[in-house]
C-alpha cells in the first residue's frame, strides 16, 4: 500500500528539466491552505524554502513558501509540476542531487 502524503516521484524528464535554470520561468499557483489567491506571474528568485514571484500589477514581488504550495513553471514549452516539497534544498545543490538521484525525498 503507497503513503497518500509522500511526494509523487519525478519522471525523468521532470527531473532533466527541474535540475536547470528555473529563474525567468512562468509559474501559477492555485489559491489553497497556503495561498489566499490564485498567484501567476515570473520566478525571480528562490532559496531553499522560499519562491520570489513578480507578479503583473504588483509593485513588490511576492514570497510564497515551498512547503505545502504546489504549483506549475513553464520549462522548455512544457508544463511541468512544481512541488515545493520535492525542491526544498539550497538552490545550487538542486541541480546535483535532481541528476544524481539525491536524497530519498527525491525518489
Same mark, same amino acid.
Given at each position: ?21 528555473? =529563474?525567468?520561468?512562468?509559474? +501559477?499557483?492555485?489559491? #489553497?491552505?497556503? &495561498?489566499?489567491?490564485?498567484? %501567476?506571474?515570473? /520566478?525571480?528568485? @528562490? ?14 514581488? =511576492?514570497?510564497?513558501?515551498? +512547503?505545502?504550495?504546489? #504549483?506549475?513553471? &513553464?520549462?522548455?514549452?512544457? %508544463?511541468?509540476? /512544481?512541488?515545493? @516539497? ?22
Amino acid at each position: 500500500m503507497s503513503n497518500p502524503t509522500r511526494t509523487p516521484e519525478l519522471s525523468s524528464a521532470e527531473r532533466i528539466a527541474l535540475a536547470g535554470e528555473l =529563474l525567468g520561468a512562468a509559474v +501559477r499557483f492555485p489559491a #489553497g491552505p497556503g &495561498l489566499a489567491r490564485d498567484v %501567476e506571474g515570473v /520566478l525571480i528568485d @528562490e532559496s531553499m524554502s522560499v519562491y520570489v514571484v513578480r507578479v503583473a500589477g504588483r509593485s513588490r514581488p =511576492l514570497r510564497i513558501p515551498k +512547503r505545502g504550495v504546489p #504549483g506549475t513553471i &513553464l520549462l522548455g514549452g512544457r %508544463e511541468l509540476p /512544481l512541488r515545493g @516539497e520535492t525542491l526544498r534544498v539550497r538552490p545550487e545543490d538542486r541541480t546535483k542531487r535532481l541528476l544524481a538521484g539525491g536524497p530519498r525525498r527525491f525518489r
